[in-house]
């Protein structure tokens, strides 16, 4: 068997005879340019349309590419801004936070300069009932700040309600809407006396009642009820809210009306406890947890 000649090509002895090729077709063209007109004519029109089609493609390819990247920087941009959002909504959210608790704040000063004759601590409230209505809660302050049962408690435009239980350092507080509160109020303009019972289900309503007022009292809707100076527990003279639907009850001896309390007590978050406890009458009125029981 006759074995095949292996050729073998040395990769310069290739790149040289390119070059020669390449340099005598320039020398070619130049010398006898305007005879190759025809040949390059021929070989032009054959290949445009190539060029053509290839710029086509090559354009279609680019814009592809550079739609794609595009759209790649705006996946990024938009991420980019999401999370900006992000930040400004929570950053949004702590101001308006910062702004509630500063207008809170300066409704407790208002109060303290109100009740100004009066010693304050403020306190913070850090639990309470489960229900809509802060009528039983509990505030981060104690025995430790010189806090006591039965100190009153106000906010917003007036009386909350009292310390019933007091620990190390924390007090549960039992707000004047809470069924089983009962307290001696007077009226601001006539001195009548009458007593603000609190009722959760008519708190709905944004209203409780008031009770045992005399039936010659001489009031009228949107007069201002305080504490009365009858009550053993709350200081005189603190606003509890205002009255109105005064009506005679059926035995003509009193009458009864409901108050709008000066307090909102769906949204509390600060108090003031007044450091000061009411000096025991010498002729006390009935008790005013009794009073529920009537």
Sequence with gaps: MRRRTKFHFNPKHVLIIGIVICISLILISFRFGKYLYPVR???????????????????????????LQSMR????????????????????????????????????????QKYLDYPKVAARIIDKDTNNWYNVFTIDKGTRDGLAVDMNVIAGNGLVGIITECYYNHSKVRAIIDDKS???????????????????????????????ISKDAQIEDGYEIVTAHTSPKFLQGILIGYVSDIRLDSNNMTKT????????????????IITELKEPLLTEPPAEEALNNE
Excluded at 84 to 99: F, G, H, M, P, T
Excluded at 257 to 272: C, G, N
């Design 73 to 112: 920087e705006l996946t990024q941009e938009n991420k980019r801004l999401k999370d900006q959002v992000d930040i400004l909504s929570y950053e949004n959210k702590l101001l308006l936070q910062n702004k509630y608790e500063l207008d809170e704040l300066r409704e407790l000063y208002k109060l303290d």
């Design 182 to 212: 009962a307290v001696w109020g007077m009226f601001l303009k006539t001195s009548d006396t009458c007593v603000v019972q609190g009722d959760l289900k008519l708190i709905e309503e944004g209203k409780i009642h008031v009770k045992f």
């Design 257 to 272: 009306a409901y108050l709008t309390p000066a307090v909102d007590f769906e949204r509390l978050s600060e108090v003031l």
């Design 41 to 67: 004519n021929a070989i032009g029109s054959a290949i445009t349309p190539m060029q053509r089609g290839i710029n086509i493609v090559g354009t279609y390819i680019s814009d592809s590419l550079e739609t």
